[in-house]
Nanobody, 119 residues
């Protein structure tokens, strides 16, 4: 049974930083591409960052480029999303999922997410 648990969210002022974590059980991070997504109230869920299995190649949404950094620690089965220079428009629930490599299409169910609020 695959389970992903997000953590690390919080409330920060504009310009602040947070580091989100996505801990997985039930499958091998090393063999999966991973993605971070977010959903703001009244809006559709959108992809923010993803990391490819090979060479840790990362892809970012335009809104995240230059401010967010995705990484992974395979031995810990954990993916991370470093959020810097946060803006009020980054306020959303953030989720992680395994994705089909090269796409934003998830292959795992959504977890509970972690809330990021920027004022």
């Amino acid at each position: 049974h695959v389970q992903l648990v997000e953590s690390g969210g919080g409330s920060v002022q504009a310009g602040g930083s947070l580091k989100l974590s996505c801990a997985g059980t039930g499958y091998n991070y090393r063999s999966n591409c991973m993605g971070w997504f977010r959903q703001a109230p009244g809006k559709e869920r959108e992809g923010v960052a993803r990391i490819h299995t090979n060479f840790d190649i990362t892809t970012y949404a335009d809104s995240a480029k230059g401010r967010f950094t995705m990484s992974r620690h395979n031995a810990k089965n954990t993916a991370y999303l470093q959020l810097n220079n946060l803006k009020p428009e980054d306020t959303a629930m953030y989720y992680c999922a395994a994705v089909w490599c090269g796409t934003w299409d998830p292959t795992t169910d959504w977890g509970q997410g972690t809330q990021v609020t920027v004022s």
